[in-house]
């Protein structure tokens, strides 16, 4: 159970909500995957605000090995049309040091050939990196990778997002929400060999579709490409630098050489968000406090209407401190009570539409005290939904020489805290 600080006001709340990182530290185990991203794992104080991150200069990513400088803008593949000029609607992005050319005089390269092996395992064994930095996988040996005829490369594709929200009593307006999300490629190990046996590998291009609730984009500078001009309103084409995600690949593959597969995070976004309206999970808290007994209340509701597609919570924790000397808990359902950490854990298997009363319902305790009155405090909440994001955003690949093995969406909590 993650330890729950003492009574958030508003503006901290508020502060703390608007922050995300965007770094990588290459002292950072190379064993974790984030393509299974588990928030409750997640280091819920590492976080910084999307617009310190797109004000840093990308000289700061430590587990990248190429500068800005060095990196050479790959040509826009040729043969993808370039689209219209016009302001992206609704999209921030980056202003970009350097943009790459939008047309190129020769084709591009031909497709390298790989062996039919899926990287579907690249996926179902991961865990989370707390900051969030490209890691490598071990959940099985070398992917079996070998030159043959016409095939294509797979690759895999996680997307996540992190939901946090700071619910004030049962007034729906002071509810703080803020849903970031990342987007990772995940590379098979022998890759590796075909990407450095051919000095023009294929261009590795995605388009990222649904976006139109996406409030800002940050792609890795290193790594990815775009082109501004796009007026798609609901999509945006990226491609990658195949130079310098060779030298990555190789780098991890150095730092760990018995990985089945390494993991690149490519871009991260925020979405738009409208208060209350846009959480799963809908909180309002009530405490009654005196010198021998303290009532809790905690009432939640199933949102579905925050959902780009309703989809079930599961593994729903509610973590609830209390002091004042508990000497005795009744609750309602069922709680535990942990009395080293002055903590009641309220664990649910899943909320959905299906639920009873369509996913309402209420948490109730009485703590008897030996020391009262308690203090009112901040609880948190933890839950995950696999197959879906909030924002419905979808991503494909655009070109030959690639093919999408496997994508896996998933949003869970960050920080979910109320108070009364």
């Known amino acids: 159970s993650p330890a729950v600080s003492a009574q958030m006001n508003r503006n901290a709340s508020s502060e703390e909500l608007t922050k995300s990182k965007f770094s990588a530290s290459s002292n950072e185990k190379s064993n974790n995957d984030l393509l299974a991203w588990d928030p409750l794992f997640r280091n819920s104080g590492d976080s910084s605000s999307l617009a310190s991150t797109m004000s840093s200069s990308s000289s700061g990513r430590p587990t990248t090995p190429l500068s800005v400088g060095t990196i050479v803008p790959p040509p826009r593949p040729a043969s993808r049309p370039k689209l219209t000029s016009g302001k992206l609607s609704g999209i921030n992005e980056i202003p970009r040091p350097f943009s790459p050319p939008l047309t190129s005089n020769s084709s591009p390269p031909p497709s390298a050939p790989l062996a039919r092996a899926e990287s579907s395992s690249s996926l179902s064994s991961a865990s989370l990196s707390a900051t969030n930095t490209p890691t490598v996988g071990t959940s099985r040996g070398p992917s079996p990778v070998s030159l043959g005829s016409q095939d294509t490369l797979p690759v895999a594709i996680a997307l996540t997002e992190s939901v946090n929200a700071y619910f004030k009593g049962a007034d729906p307006t002071k509810c703080i929400v803020k849903i970031t999300g990342d987007m990772t ?21 995605f388009r990222v579709k649904n976006i139109s609730k996406l409030e800002q984009i940050l792609p890795n ?54 208060g209350i309206q846009s959480t799963p999970l809908n909180l309002a808290t009530y405490w009654k406090c005196n ?30 401190p209390v002091d004042g000397g508990v000497i005795n808990m009744q609750s309602l359902p069922p709680a535990k009570w942990n009395s080293e950490q002055m903590k009641a854990l309220w664990k649910l298997a899943s909320i959905s539409e299906k639920s009873e009363n369509g996913g309402s319902g209420s948490l109730r305790a009485k703590f008897d005290l030996s020391e009262g009155p308690s203090k009112p405090t901040t609880l948190a909440v933890q839950f995950i939904s696999e197959g879906s994001t909030l924002s419905g955003v979808d991503v494909e690949l655009v070109g030959t020489g690639y093919r999408l093995s496997l994508i896996k969406k998933r949003f869970a909590t960050g920080r979910y805290m109320a108070d009364c």
Request: aromatic share 10%; proline share 7%; glycine share 0%.
């Open 185 to 205: 490629v995940s590379f098979p190990s022998g890759i590796i060999k075909v990407f450095t046996s051919n000095p023009s590998p294929a261009v590795l291009c």
């Open 221 to 274: 500078a290193q790594l990815v490409y775009s082109d501004p001009s796009q007026s798609d309103s609901s999509s945006r084409d990226f491609w990658m630098d195949m130079q310098a995600v060779t030298v990555y690949l190789k780098k991890l593959s150095e730092q760990n050489p018995s990985a089945s597969y390494y993991n690149v995070e490519v871009l991260k976004y925020q979405v738009l968000s409208n």
């Open 291 to 320: 010198a021998s007994a303290t009532d809790v209340r905690v009432d939640y509701k199933y949102n579905p209407a925050s959902m780009a597609m309703p989809s079930m919570l599961s593994n729903i924790q509610v973590i609830v």
